[in-house]
């Protein structure tokens, strides 16, 4: 007889698990475009190296603010609009912060670029997530 792998079906918790694991994954994939897209600039010898050192004190906020907008809205997954808010506000707070404690640089238009950049980011792809299950949810 031939031999066949089945997938056992997935636990709601483990499903549960994995998908926070993936929009998190998302996200500091996001965080961390954001900083190569920005290193893009800078003339260095080690572009990875530069991006990375750039985007850790942001990965480090965007852990924060997942952690405060999960506990915030009774341990649910923070995919919705509001609580992207949460974690973009957090990312940039504690990595401008990190940046400064570490002497990083913390210039006003570095301010207001990251501001933009990672609330288009981090709000957007829920926004567009959010109009998308609105929209299926009015579909006959």
Known sequence: PAHRLVAAPMSARARQSALLWAFFLLDAALVTVFAAIGRRSHDEADPVAGALDTAWPF???LAIGWLIAYF?????????????????????????????????GTAFSFI??????L?????????????????SAKAP
């Open 119 to 135: 609330a288009v980011f981090l709000i957007g792809w829920r926004a567009v997530r959010h109009l998308l299950a609105s929209r």
């Open 112 to 117: 207001v670029v990251a501001s933009v950049v």
């Open 72 to 104: 915030n809205w009774s341990r649910v997954i923070p995919v919705s609009v509001a609580s992207g808010v949460t974690v973009w506000v957090s990312t940039v707070c504690f990595g401008m912060l990190i940046r400064h404690f570490t002497d990083k």
């Open 59 to 61: 990965l480090a906020g």
